[in-house]
C-alpha cells in the first residue's frame, strides 16, 4: 500500500517556474513507477511525465517536453516536477499517481495509487 501526498502548486505568471513534490509512505515506493497527471477544468484527467522505480527511465507528454523534468530521491520516498517556462495552459490540477507495474505509463487508468491534487495556476 502506498500513499501518495502532493504539494508546491500556486499561482504563477507565464514564463515562471514551479516544483511540485509528491511525497509517498510506505517502504517499498522504490519499487513503484510514479507519474504526474493534470486535469483542467472541463477537460480529461491527461499524462504530464512519468519516472520509473530506479529513475533512469523518465517519460514526457509532447506539450511539457523540454520545459518539464521529472526526478524522483528514493531515499526522501519523494518524486518531483519542476515544470519551468510555464504558460497559461498548463493551468490545471496536477496529480501524483504511483504503480508497481512499468508499462502502459501514459495510461490514468493502470496506476493504483492517487494524491488529492495541487492546483496550479498561470496567468497570462
Known amino acids: 500500500q502506498v500513499q501518495v501526498v502532493e504539494s508546491g502548486g500556486g499561482s504563477v505568471q507565464a514564463g515562471g517556474s514551479l516544483r511540485l513534490s509528491c511525497a509517498a509512505s510506505?517502504?517499498?515506493?522504490?519499487?513503484?513507477?510514479v507519474g504526474w497527471f493534470r486535469q483542467a477544468p472541463g477537460k480529461e484527467r491527461e499524462f504530464v511525465a512519468v519516472?520509473?522505480?530506479?529513475?533512469?527511465?523518465?517519460y514526457y507528454a509532447d506539450s511539457v517536453k523540454g520545459r518539464f523534468t521529472i526526478s524522483r530521491d528514493n531515499a526522501k520516498n519523494t518524486v518531483y516536477l519542476q515544470m519551468n517556462s510555464l504558460k497559461p495552459e498548463d493551468t490545471a490540477v496536477y496529480y501524483c499517481?504511483?504503480?508497481?507495474?512499468?508499462?502502459?505509463?501514459?495510461?490514468?487508468?493502470?496506476?493504483?495509487?492517487w494524491g488529492q491534487g495541487t492546483q496550479v495556476t498561470v496567468s497570462s
Open positions: 510506505g517502504r517499498t515506493f522504490s519499487r513503484y513507477t
Open positions: 519516472v520509473t522505480w530506479s529513475g533512469s527511465n523518465t
Open positions: 499517481a504511483a504503480k508497481s507495474s512499468n508499462n502502459r505509463l501514459a495510461f490514468r487508468d493502470t496506476y493504483d495509487y
